[in-house]
């Protein structure tokens, strides 16, 4: 009994010591940890899986395997960084944070091990599985575009799981490899080796020459290296600058672990590099137009026009960014009148980018690059594509670019450097890919790109939707007034507010700032620099532009020239709802239904007092299109029509599309384009959509 008891309490003592070495071990090695968690949480998300599919149909369809050169390279050392910096926190004897010695001590050699080769076996992981769901996704080149897609994947995911074993072997056998003599430990005095010295040096200044690279060619250089590996990049360098200089030099001079302490510098600074509005234009703003005017102006132009059309774009990301702009286009195409009849779009978040897309590319066919009219019948009958095409270009690698390395670099730096923001990554971007068009119309600000009247009342008015992060009100950035519409975002007529000197790509980000992608927009006095609000994602208002539509509608319909009018709405969905169902396999809900009754959900457990206010913010959106599009209708009888997306095309809500992701929404915005846009115009038909507009607010 006495000996049961003897190894009960050895046992006891031994798993005590196995877990304060393991709380000591997760504390060492915070840095390489957490960058391996970002990692892998990166590439399992919608986009990560979308960028690598996208690198693999370069190879397969454009004979490009750069992408691919660079992601092996990046991942190599990322896996080099994660090993050599947990092995040296694990080995090394700090004073302030002692590991006892037990039994199983192969595991401060093995875990840096397997954590360096999990780098590339969680990339060999994604592609098999997008190898796997390639075998029944729909291709550019059909089943045998698939299985060629589905063999390349395999192929490289076997390709990266080599290579993790060939790291993993390296890591077991360098010593035999090179006759090195690898220290068990290292000695609280000890001297740090010159080797690793070299590394810790040499990780700097490689963090610092990428972070100058991004800085002067923010567009060119992350998108020659590619999404994923300009995020392994990063990694690797904040891996190694955190857990050698905040880590292992703090920890071996009986200082504590500064990356908490590094943090809340950061957050102190936050107070000094606040960076202002980004993409001011030179030439001075005009004033906004009353709606009235501007659409007796836009109706003097359109005198042959039976049906106006205000549209609704709803927000996605890219996803909804290419819906909108490849059902805006394939309407144009199949009905050359369309972009006649367009008298105004709600957009927002990604919707307002495909939306502002479509109208940077109808600009100069309507006005000219001088802002005068164009007469319709010297246009030609079929548009080009310039918005889908320039929404195909990655936007995503410029952004990654500059939020790991300019933009985080400046966070712990107590000055403003404007030329950091990772807006730039996207604005600039958008800039460049539309950059061919007459006018470069995406540089210019709200009143230019409109070209108010005497300019080119032809062109639609963009209503980009953003929220207000101080009231959460509505932030309308158009060229037309907005204190006509129900509690939104107005300033006092001797206030400029900077968004109206800002570009119209500036405008598209402030409706589309995603989460944590994006930085909030900023919006001050342009005569005294007072700092006004702050701007999020048009979604956490409305997600679907309805509201203000309905609000437009509501307006433009009570002018006297209205009458004999038939006012539509037009919303773009890229989801889909029970309240619009689909009516024979066809692309357009015609009838929404009724409240639709949803089962219920009973939440887990797990973090029950948080998880459920996240999802709550996230869910509540979709509740408010189901009201909007129940009240729209089934109340008011609107004259209304949603283009629904394909629910094949189940696209990522980054800002970066695969070819085959395009394709699929483009062959489905062609369905669309096939059905009837034509309303009949029943009577009192103003004052249902005078009503329709009231309930939706």
Not at 421 to 441: K, T, V, Y
Not at 573 to 586: I, L, Q
Request: aromatic share 10%.
């Amino acid at each position: 009994m006495k000996n049961l008891l003897a190894r009960l309490k050895n046992w006891a003592g031994w798993l005590m010591k196995l877990l304060a070495n393991f709380i000591c071990g997760i504390t060492r090695c915070l840095v390489p940890l957490a960058t391996l968690a970002v990692w892998i949480g990166l590439l399992w998300s919608d986009q990560g899986r979308d960028v690598l599919r996208r690198s693999t149909e370069r190879w397969v369809l454009d004979g490009s395997y750069s992408d691919l050169v660079f992601l092996a390279l990046s991942c190599v050392l990322f896996s080099l960084a994660i090993w050599y910096s947990m092995r040296w926190l694990l080995l090394a004897r700090f004073p302030g944070l002692w590991m006892a010695p037990v039994k199983m001590e192969w595991w401060r050699k093995f875990i840096p091990r397997f954590c360096g080769a999990a780098v590339p076996t969680w990339v060999g992981m994604m592609f098999w599985q997008l190898a796997h769901s390639a075998t029944s996704a729909v291709s550019r080149a059909g089943e045998a575009g698939n299985t060629s897609l589905a063999q390349h994947a395999y192929g490289l995911a076997i390709a990266f799981m080599v290579l993790a074993g060939v790291l993993f072997s390296f890591y077991v056998k360098r010593a035999d490899i090179f006759g090195l003599v690898v220290p068990k430990a290292l000695p609280p005095r000890a001297s740090v080796p010159p080797a690793t010295q070299r590394v810790m040096l040499w990780s700097m200044i490689f963090t610092f020459l990428c972070t100058l690279l991004v800085w002067l060619y923010p567009l060119s250089v992350p998108r020659v290296v590619g999404s994923v590996s300009i995020v392994a990049l990063a990694l690797t360098g904040i891996n190694l600058v955190g857990s050698f200089v905040l880590s292992f030099w703090a920890l071996r001079h009986r200082l504590p672990n500064l990356v908490p302490a590094a943090l809340t510098v950061a957050a102190i600074f936050s107070l000094f590099n606040d960076r202002g509005p980004s993409s001011l234009t030179e030439k001075p703003a005009t004033a906004p137009l009353p709606v009235a005017s501007a659409f007796e102006a836009w109706l003097a132009h359109r005198k042959d026009v039976n049906t106006i059309y205000v549209v609704a774009a709803e927000g996605g990301g890219i996803r909804a960014a290419y819906w909108t702009a490849a059902v805006l286009e394939a309407l144009e195409e199949k009905k050359p009148n369309f972009r006649k009849e367009v008298f105004a779009i709600s957009s927002v978040s990604g919707g307002s980018v495909g939306a502002g897309m479509w109208l940077a590319g109808l600009r100069d066919r309507l006005c000219g690059s001088d802002g005068q009219n164009i007469p319709d019948s010297s246009q030609a009958a079929v548009p080009a594509k310039a918005a889908t095409r320039a929404l195909g270009t990655d936007f995503l690698s410029p952004t990654l670019g500059l939020m790991f390395y300019p933009n985080l670099m400046n966070g712990f730096l107590p000055v403003e450097i404007q030329a950091s923001d990772r807006s730039r990554g996207l604005e600039e971007g958008w800039q460049r890919a539309m950059s061919r068009l007459p006018g470069r119309p995406l540089e210019m600000n709200i009143s230019d790109f409109q070209s108010s009247p005497p300019g080119c009342p032809a062109m639609p008015y963009a209503l980009f939707n953003a929220t207000v992060a101080e009231s959460g009100q509505r932030a309308i950035l158009s060229h037309l007034e907005t204190e006509g519409f129900i509690d939104t975002f107005h300033v006092d007529s001797s206030v400029m507010p900077s968004y109206r000197q800002q570009s119209v790509a500036a405008l598209m980000h402030h409706s589309a700032r995603f989460p944590l992608v994006s930085p909030p927009g900023t919006v001050t006095d342009m005569k005294t620099g007072r700092r006004l609000a702050r701007l999020l994602d048009g979604g956490y208002f409305d997600n679907s532009g309805i509201v203000t539509a309905l609000e437009l509608i509501s307006m433009i319909s009570k002018h006297p020239k209205a009458a004999g009018k038939n006012i539509a709405l037009l919303v773009i969905s890229n989801d889909s709802y029970k309240e619009c169902p689909r009516r024979d396999g066809t692309m357009f809900c015609e009838q929404p239904a009724g409240p639709v009754s949803r089962p219920v959900v009973a939440g887990g457990s797990f973090l029950y007092e948080v998880v459920p206010l996240l999802t709550g913010v996230y869910n509540v959106r979709d509740s408010h299109i189901r009201d909007v599009l129940y009240r729209a209708v089934t109340v008011s009888h609107m004259n209304m029509k949603v283009a629904l997306a394909d629910a094949n095309a189940s696209a990522p809500l980054g800002w970066a599309l695969s070819r085959s992701m395009t394709e699929q929404l483009d062959a489905a915005a062609r369905r669309v384009a096939q059905r009837d846009l034509n309303f009949p115009a029943p009577a009192g038909t103003q004052t249902a959509m005078n009503k329709g507009a009231e309930n939706a607010r």
